[in-house]
């Protein structure tokens, strides 16, 4: 079975530009969740989707970053623009309906950004 | 809302020899308590989790105890191996047992223990 997978991998931007993640899900996950990883620190709740819906938000910087999950499968977040402070690891985890949810989450290897 | 921290920061070990890694939570309300392993380079993987109904379970050399009056819960990993090394993340979340709608349930991570392997 195929895991999570994002792209990019990497990626170096200046300061004040925009940066697109993507990510698609283990097949048939019914929840996606986007964390932010600083360096050295434990990865931090962005967004969680349920299908297409929103479920929590309440710790992604509105002001700049946005996420979609329009047809329920795949998922982008969007940083525009980025700061210094926004380097870090964007990890993408999903898990399956409620009624298969063991509380296993299934991450993926992560988009490493660099804000110079 | 929910608050995970782990102790120690850096954890180095003789091969063979045990290892113990402890968290604390803040929420009453978390009821589940996973343990993630993270390599170099990869994302998070889940090597062992304990609900609050149980104060311990065990899994070939890791184990996990769980003391809910005390808010606190760890890891144990005997005979150490090489392939131990990596980084171990502690985790609570208000995961609701049984239902079947959508619903937050986002983990609150500690910030880590770099376990170090010594040959």
């Known amino acids: 079975e195929a895991g999570v997978a994002q792209s990019p991998r990497y990626k170096i931007i200046e300061k004040r530009q925009s940066v697109a993640f993507w990510c698609n899900p283990i097949?048939?996950?019914?929840?996606l969740y986007w964390y932010q990883q600083i360096l050295g620190q434990g990865p931090k709740l962005l967004i969680q989707f349920q299908n297409n819906g929103v479920v929590d938000d309440s710790q992604l910087p509105k002001d700049r970053f946005s996420a979609e999950r329009l047809k329920g499968v795949d998922s982008t977040l969007k940083i525009q623009p980025a700061k210094l402070e926004d380097s870090a690891v964007y990890l993408c985890?999903?898990?399956?309906?409620?009624?298969?949810?063991?509380?296993?989450?299934?991450f993926g290897e992560g988009s490493r950004l660099t804000v110079l | 809302g929910e608050n995970v921290e782990q102790h120690p920061s850096t954890l180095s070990v003789q091969e063979g020899d045990s290892a113990v890694i402890k968290c604390t939570y803040s929420d009453s309300a978390s009821n589940y308590f996973p343990w993630y392993k993270q390599e170099l380079g990869k994302g998070p993987q889940l090597i062992i989790d304990?609900?609050?109904?149980?104060g311990e379970k065990k899994d070939q050399r890791i184990a996990v105890t769980l003391n809910k009056t005390a808010k606190h819960f760890s890891l144990h990993i005997t005979e150490t191996q090489p392939e131990d090394s990596a980084v171990y993340f502690c985790a609570a979340s208000p995961l609701l047992q049984g239902y079947s709608g959508g619903g937050a349930d986002g983990l609150t991570f500690g910030k880590g223990t770099h376990l170090i392997i010594q040959p």
């Open positions: 097949s048939g996950h019914a929840t």
């Open positions: 304990i609900r609050s109904n149980v």
């Open positions: 985890a999903s898990s399956p309906n409620r009624e298969g949810f063991t509380g296993e989450l299934f």
